[in-house]
Nanobody, 117 residues
Framework: QVQLVESGGGLVQPGGSLRLSCAAF????????LGWYRQAPGKQRELVAS???????NYEDSVKGRFIISKDNAKLTVYLQMNSLKPEDTAVYYC???????????WGQGTQVTVSS
C-alpha cells in the first residue's frame, strides 16, 4: 500500500521561504499525478500545485510566481518550494498522489505552515 510522508513545515516570517518534501512508499511516480493541497481553519481544502509524470505543472493563481513544485523520481519524493510567503499562506499542507488510470488517491498526514512575524 502507498504511504506518503510530509516534512519541512514550520514557522516563517512574511517574505521568507520554506521547502516541503513528500516521500512516497510503494508507488511509481510515472503512473501518478502528484500534488500539494492546503487547508486553513474554517476553509475547504484547495489544490495549490500539481505535477504530472512528464513534468507538466499547474498552480493555484495566488501562488503563481512564488511556489515551485518538482519531483525526484529516483528518490520517490515530491517538493514544494515556497518563496515570498504571505500570512494568507498559513495552512496545513497535504501531499497527494492520484493514479492517472485508476483515479485512486492517497494522502499524507499533513504538515503545518505558519507565516507570521
Amino acid at each position: 500500500q502507498v504511504q506518503l510522508v510530509e516534512s519541512g513545515g514550520g514557522l516563517v516570517q512574511p517574505g521568507g521561504s520554506l521547502r516541503l518534501s513528500c516521500a512516497a512508499f510503494g508507488m511509481v511516480f510515472e503512473t501518478n499525478i502528484l500534488g500539494w493541497y492546503r487547508q486553513a481553519p474554517g476553509k475547504q481544502r484547495e489544490l495549490v500545485a500539481s505535477i504530472s509524470a512528464d513534468d507538466n505543472s499547474n498552480y493555484e493563481d495566488s501562488v503563481k510566481g512564488r511556489f515551485i513544485i518538482s519531483k525526484d523520481n529516483a528518490k520517490l519524493t515530491v517538493y514544494l518550494q515556497m518563496n515570498s510567503l504571505k500570512p494568507e499562506d498559513t495552512a496545513v499542507y497535504y501531499c497527494n498522489a492520484k493514479g492517472v488510470y485508476t483515479g485512486r488517491e492517497k494522502w499524507g498526514q499533513g504538515t503545518q505552515v505558519t507565516v507570521s512575524s
